[in-house]
């Protein structure tokens, strides 16, 4: 009873600050509306909520946004899970073994730092001006987050636990399932937060230069074009996007660690 009353209230508590947001934006749309409509804000450059509104019903019903939004998904989605899978794994490896985690831990430094987006010309020559280079450079993107927040979550446990379970008899699976995976999962919804929002950034950063179809190509047209109304239109979709992985990933935090949602994983 007192598990389901305290996840009553953190889900009480993500609406009324998802309502304080609301209103915000509200706000800020009924003065911009207002700032148009006396001549104080430029039309050609900051379009109307009302236009922008219209433009996305306008996109949605001839279905330019929905399939461009699409494939921005599955470049994201097919990023997260070739560079997200592996820094998992790797990360769970270099988190267990200290030995191994200081001698790799310098070509991280090295690589991480490195904008996965400045790289895309080497990656073209090697993949190809195709689907390929642009997918890798998402993965390269969703790689380090996880590699790195897993790697920090296995070490930041207590070795109280590791040692309890050896004198219970654990093996190698059991220290995994029940020890390891477990006690890192915080930081590992962390680390796979960062990834899906990176990878949805890089994409969209991707398309923008490299790409024919997508949101970032969307983008690049319309300010090529001056319709600034259908930027807008591909920004606010790419903020849509941004929110509802984020609320789709605390629920299930929310799940999965409840002991640790009040920091807002």
Do not use: C
């Not at 889900?11 to 706000?27: K, N, Y």
């Not at 509306?33 to 996109?59: A, C, D, Q, R």
């Not at 899978?85 to 267990?96: C, N, S, V, Y």
């Amino acid at each position: 009873m007192d598990d389901l009353t305290g996840k009553k209230q953190r889900f009480l508590g993500l609406m009324r600050e998802g309502w304080f947001t609301v209103f915000i934006i509200l706000l800020i749309a009924i003065a911009w509306e207002w700032g148009v409509s006396v001549g104080w804000v430029s039309f050609l450059f900051f379009p109307p909520p009302s236009v922008i509104i219209s433009t996305f019903i306008k996109l949605i019903a001839n279905h330019k946004l929905t399939d461009n939004t699409g494939i921005t998904l599955w470049r994201v989605f097919l990023g997260l899970i070739l560079g997200g899978i592996p820094g998992l794994i790797l990360g769970l490896i270099l988190g267990w073994s200290h030995r191994l985690y200081r001698l790799v831990n310098p070509l991280i430094a090295a690589t991480h730092p490195i904008p996965k987006i400045a790289i895309l010309p080497l990656i073209m020559i090697i993949f190809g001006i195709g689907e390929s280079s642009k997918v890798v450079v998402i993965a390269l993107t969703a790689f380090f987050p996880l590699l790195i927040n897993t790697a920090a979550g296995v070490q930041q446990i207590n070795p109280i636990h590791f040692e309890v379970a050896k004198n219970y008899g654990a093996n190698l699976t059991k220290i995994f399932t029940r020890v390891i995976f477990p006690g890192s999962l915080p930081l590992i919804l962390t680390g796979l937060r960062l990834s899906l929002n990176l990878a949805l950034l890089v994409s969209i950063a991707v398309e923008l230069v490299s790409a024919q179809k997508g949101l970032g190509a969307m983008i690049w047209l319309a300010w090529q074009t001056l319709r600034t109304e259908e930027l807008y239109v591909s920004l606010v979709m790419t903020a849509l996007l941004g929110v509802f992985f984020n609320f789709f990933l605390q629920r299930i935090a929310i799940h999965l660690v409840p002991w640790k949602t009040e920091q807002r994983i």
